[in-house]
């Protein structure tokens, strides 16, 4: 492999004085630079400076060294053509086949809190992009590094495999610069704009699923820019679109509770919600609010999963199990059903963005997630009667769900989960109905609970239909223009009402 070169120029050293060993002894002279050559000396790895190459020195406090036609023609050239061999060879160019670039840092000093524009701005790699987008253009003759990950491949590559590599490595490289641009418009534009005027959605493939949300659409799981899916399928069946929707839906509800709490989702409403300091009582109960809907359905639970719980889970059909952990015990019982996926779920490491997508036939709307929480300590008391402390811990679970139902959206609870749940009507008081009918055929009693929603009453008749079912207390945003007349019918029952001034409308 005599007269073989190699260019390399790297921010991120890991692994790369150990690759160039390798490289050394498979015949190929190092070329490189600024502190990827001095790296190199220090490991005894002998490397021609770029400026040896170019025979100009680093200028502008090394801005400017490999922008040189000796390097960028020994990178560009089609050697097929004998006129590129021929111009290469008239001006003493050689060849130039493997290129290892990884750029400046850019995102991980911008991420920093203390970070001024004049720092990120130093970190914009210009050479290293040019290299990379040059040698990437160029597969057929050149291989094209960015990530230490394709070090080894590079190493163990077989002959007949060397023009398919060379292509994967250059949608790397254009994927790599592509997220590398847009770090950086996308801190540039943070600097005047809080939505951009061009979105930029960086997302990673992570598994082609095996259809949409119907068999007739196609779909496949990405995770935005170099996040991680943020969960661990220990058993069961693949996971398909639907599921990851409703696990989802029922993690982001489960996880609004700091109570030991059991959630059942069913087409990405909660049916059942449950607490108690056991967690197979608080499953018990989340599943005694609709039996029939928990049939099959999607189970968070934000605490670790036992063995008395995996039980209890295992009577019924479920799709799902989501949980913070499993003791073995757990893991151990959920295998007798081989089809049931058990999945643990962490938050931890997680990058996305603080927005929601949602798709028009003529576009993308763009909006900041719902996260906002107004503490019972801001909520209006509107009412006369004032509240018990049995009836604000259940407006407290009562609202805490609300927030994750469909609009338009009932829920009555008690002090240890939901009693019953409306969601998804056009009319809200259609919701306070069915609500009332879910408690009835789940043998709850209203009397005495607490109801939540989700928007302002438009009309007194959601409150009637509350008060003539026995609740107590209520929760809502408040703003309607009959505010007064809401007020004035939970008055004349004797109920709380609060308002929390924050709708939580979930289309």
Not at 440 to 458: I, K, V
Request: hydrophobic share 45%; charged share 25%.
């Amino acid at each position: 492999m005599a007269g073989l070169r190699a260019l390399i120029s790297v921010s991120d050293k890991k692994g790369i004085a150990a690759f160039a060993e390798q490289l050394v002894a498979r015949g190929f002279e190092i070329i490189s630079s600024g502190g990827t050559h001095r790296h190199l000396s220090e490991h005894g790895i002998a490397a021609t400076k770029v400026s040896d190459i170019t025979g100009f020195p680093e200028i502008l406090d090394g801005r400017v060294k490999t922008l040189n036609p000796r390097i960028h023609a020994a990178l560009l050239a089609r050697y097929e053509l004998s006129d590129h061999r021929d111009q290469l060879s008239k001006h003493g160019i050689d060849p130039i086949h493997l290129v290892v670039v990884n750029l400046y840092p850019f995102q991980a000093t911008v991420a920093k809190a203390d970070v001024t524009l004049a720092e990120a701005v130093e970190q914009i790699d210009i050479g290293g992009p040019a290299m990379i987008r040059a040698a990437a253009k160029n597969f057929k003759h050149v291989f094209v590094i960015t990530d230490p990950v394709d070090y080894e491949g590079f190493l163990n590559l077989r002959d007949e495999d060397k023009d398919i590599f060379r292509l994967q490595l250059a949608r790397k490289a254009f994927d790599h610069t592509a997220a590398y641009d847009a770090c950086i418009a996308d801190y540039l534009d943070a600097e005047n704009d809080r939505f951009p005027p061009v979105l930029r959605v960086r997302a990673e493939r992570q598994s082609v699923l095996r259809y949409g949300e119907n068999p007739h659409q196609e779909a496949a799981l990405y995770t935005w820019g170099d996040s991680r899916p943020g969960f661990e399928l220990h058993q069961g069946k693949a996971l398909s679109y639907n599921n990851l929707v409703d696990m989802d839906a029922a993690w982001r509800c489960a996880r609004e509770f700091e109570a030991t709490t059991a959630v059942i989702v069913k087409h990405t409403n909660p049916c059942g919600v449950g607490q108690n300091k056991s967690l197979v009582e608080a499953f018990i109960r989340a599943r005694k609010v609709d039996p029939v809907s928990a049939f099959g359905g999607v189970i968070a639970l934000n605490s670790t999963c036992d063995e008395a719980t995996a039980e209890a889970i295992n009577e019924n059909f479920a799709e799902i199990v989501v949980a913070r952990s499993f003791t073995e015990a757990a893991l151990s019982l959920f295998r007798k059903k081989k089809n049931l996926r058990v999945i643990s779920m962490s938050d931890d490491g997680r990058r996305t963005p603080a927005w929601e997508l949602k798709r028009l036939e003529s576009g993308l709307l763009v909006q900041n997630l719902d996260d906002k929480r107004v503490p019972l300590s801001d909520w209006r008391l509107v009412s006369k009667a004032q509240p018990k402390d049995a009836q604000l811990n259940a407006l407290q679970i009562a609202w805490q769900i609300v927030i994750h139902v469909k609009s338009n959206a009932i829920v009555y609870a008690s002090e240890d989960g939901a009693l019953g749940i409306g969601a998804g009507q056009m009319s809200r008081v259609d919701s306070a109905r069915i609500a009332v009918q879910k408690a009835s055929e789940a043998g709850f009693n209203l009397t005495g609970s607490a109801m939540a929603s989700d928007a302002f009453f438009p009309f007194r008749d959601s409150i009637d239909a509350a008060a003539a079912a026995g609740v107590r207390a209520v929760v809502e945003p408040g703003g309607s223009i009959r505010d007064e007349e809401v007020i004035r019918a939970a008055d004349e029952h004797g109920m709380v009402l609060f308002f929390t001034d924050t709708r939580h409308f979930k289309h």
